[in-house]
């Protein structure tokens, strides 16, 4: 998948936050409805500009945002 182009970093642009191309929508706002328990369907349905594959490239996106943080800080785990 080829995140940039689905996904777009603009300094003016909702302050250079990582967005959703073409809409002022953000990785985080996304990634927050879905956290907080918003279904597929349902972010699909109050955002009619996206479409599934956005939502795809947005966890792609957190993941290898995860992946090169860890890699830079090695931090441990509580057990």
Do not use: N, W
């Not at 597929?40 to 500009?49: G, M, N, T």
Request: charged letters at 25%; glycine letters at 6%.
């Amino acid at each position: 998948m080829d995140l940039t182009e689905l996904i777009t970093i603009d300094p003016s642009v909702r302050g250079g936050k990582p967005c959703i191309r073409g809409t002022r929508i953000t990785v985080y706002d996304i990634l927050e409805y879905m956290a907080g328990g918003m279904s597929d369907a349902e972010v699909l349905s109050d955002f009619p500009s996206l479409t599934a594959e956005h939502l795809r490239a947005v966890l792609v996106f957190a993941a290898q945002r995860e992946r090169r943080l860890a890699a830079s800080a090695p931090h441990e785990i509580a057990a």
